[in-house]
Protein backbone atom coordinates (compact mmCIF):
# COMPACT_ATOMS: atom_id res chain seq x y z
CA UNK A 1 0.00 0.00 0.00
CA UNK A 2 2.69 2.13 0.30
CA UNK A 3 3.99 2.36 -3.07
CA UNK A 4 0.58 3.41 -4.33
CA UNK A 5 1.31 6.76 -1.66
CA UNK A 6 4.50 7.44 -3.48
CA UNK A 7 2.97 7.33 -6.76
CA UNK A 8 0.02 9.85 -6.23
CA UNK A 9 2.40 11.97 -4.72
CA UNK A 10 4.73 12.05 -7.36
CA UNK A 11 1.73 12.14 -9.71
CA UNK A 12 0.28 15.50 -8.36
CA UNK A 13 4.19 16.58 -7.95
CA UNK A 14 4.79 16.44 -11.59
CA UNK A 15 1.48 18.59 -12.13
CA UNK A 16 2.56 21.47 -9.89
CA UNK A 17 6.07 21.88 -11.25
CA UNK A 18 4.72 24.60 -14.36
CA UNK A 19 2.78 26.48 -11.89
CA UNK A 20 5.57 26.54 -9.10
CA UNK A 21 8.39 28.14 -10.70
CA UNK A 22 7.20 31.38 -10.74
CA UNK A 23 7.24 31.47 -6.84
CA UNK A 24 10.84 29.83 -6.78
CA UNK A 25 12.00 32.43 -9.22
CA UNK A 26 10.38 35.20 -7.11
CA UNK A 27 11.97 33.62 -3.65
CA UNK A 28 15.21 33.09 -5.73
CA UNK A 29 15.42 36.54 -6.44
CA UNK A 30 14.60 37.74 -3.11
CA UNK A 31 17.38 35.67 -1.24
CA UNK A 32 19.81 37.17 -4.09
CA UNK A 33 18.65 40.65 -2.76
CA UNK A 34 18.22 39.96 0.94
CA UNK A 35 21.93 37.96 1.62
CA UNK A 36 23.50 39.00 -1.38
CA UNK A 37 23.93 35.37 -2.69
CA UNK A 38 25.87 35.18 -6.04
CA UNK A 39 23.59 35.12 -9.07
CA UNK A 40 25.59 32.54 -10.75
CA UNK A 41 23.52 29.45 -8.79
CA UNK A 42 20.18 31.28 -9.58
CA UNK A 43 18.93 28.81 -11.77
CA UNK A 44 19.72 26.07 -9.63
CA UNK A 45 18.13 27.63 -6.67
CA UNK A 46 15.08 28.28 -8.92
CA UNK A 47 15.28 24.61 -10.23
CA UNK A 48 15.46 23.56 -6.41
CA UNK A 49 12.51 25.31 -5.42
CA UNK A 50 10.33 24.36 -7.88
CA UNK A 51 11.25 20.87 -7.23
CA UNK A 52 10.72 21.03 -3.44
CA UNK A 53 7.33 23.07 -3.57
CA UNK A 54 6.23 20.74 -5.78
CA UNK A 55 6.43 18.04 -3.75
CA UNK A 56 5.06 20.06 -0.85
CA UNK A 57 2.44 20.89 -2.59
CA UNK A 58 1.91 16.50 -3.76
CA UNK A 59 2.26 15.95 -0.53
CA UNK A 60 -0.42 17.98 0.65
CA UNK A 61 -3.14 17.23 -2.03
CA UNK A 62 -2.03 13.75 -1.31
CA UNK A 63 -2.77 13.44 2.33
CA UNK A 64 -5.16 16.46 3.11
Known amino acids: MNDINIVLTLVFSIVMLLFMSYPAMRISEWLEERFGLDP ?12 VFSLLIGIFLRYA
Not at 40 to 51: E, P, Q, Y
Open 40 to 51: KHHALRVISLTI
